[in-house]
């Protein structure tokens, strides 16, 4: 199993990004996923995750009503569109999978890990 996040960067405050994980080695639509994210120093923190489906999703309370994951079984992929950045959304973002078709926000309960993508909002 494979998860390669991407589109990542540097970006100033107010600004977005959308990041990407394209999934290989499993059945996509089995899997619910998620976003969590770790800032230097700090434990890794959820962030959102969204169902087998998409139909459901839970966000973490720091950025409701900024980010949106969402997914494309198709695609074998899913995203986390992020607006209104702020200094603090700083961090290495990955993404993970977990056998199921419920999100879940328990770091605990996912199977796999991507690499990481590195988000800077500079103020």
């Known amino acids: 199993v494979q998860l390669q996040a991407s589109g990542g960067g540097l970006v100033q405050a107010g600004g977005s990004l959308k990041l990407s994980c394209a999934a290989s080695?499993?059945?996509?639509?089995?899997?619910?996923m998620g976003w969590f994210r770790q800032a230097p120093g700090k434990e890794r923190e959820f962030v959102a995750a969204?169902?087998?489906?998409?139909?459901?999703?839970y966000y973490g309370d720091s950025v409701k009503g900024r980010f949106t994951i969402s997914r494309d079984n198709a695609k074998n992929t899913v995203y986390l569109q992020m607006n209104s950045l702020k200094p603090e959304d700083t961090a290495v973002y990955y993404c993970?999978?977990?056998?199921?078709?419920?999100?879940?926000?328990?770091?605990?309960?996912?199977?796999?890990w991507g690499q990481g993508t590195l988000v800077t909002v500079s103020s």
């Open positions: 993970a999978a977990r056998y199921g078709l419920v999100a879940i926000t328990n770091i605990r309960n996912y199977d796999y």
């Open positions: 969204v169902n087998w489906n998409g139909g459901n999703t």
């Open positions: 080695g499993l059945t996509f639509s089995n899997y619910a």
